[in-house]
């Protein structure tokens, strides 16, 4: 997953809709995990389009 940090609002809403528990929030930086298996959701729900497949 590919996330633009000009975008990302730091909601959290990602965090939690994953259902591998891949994403995490730290100091502001989303980073995944090598459990992410590129299902979408959090692409999906991001209320400003932050996030995008790679």
Known sequence: MKV??????HCGGCVGSCPKNAIFLNDFVLEFNSD???C???V???PVAALSKE
Request: net charge positive; glycine share 6%; hydrophobic share 35%.
């Open 4 to 9: 633009d940090v000009n975008k990302c609002l």
């Open 36 to 38: 992410c298996i590129n």
């Open 40 to 42: 979408g959701i959090c």
């Open 44 to 46: 999906r729900l991001c």
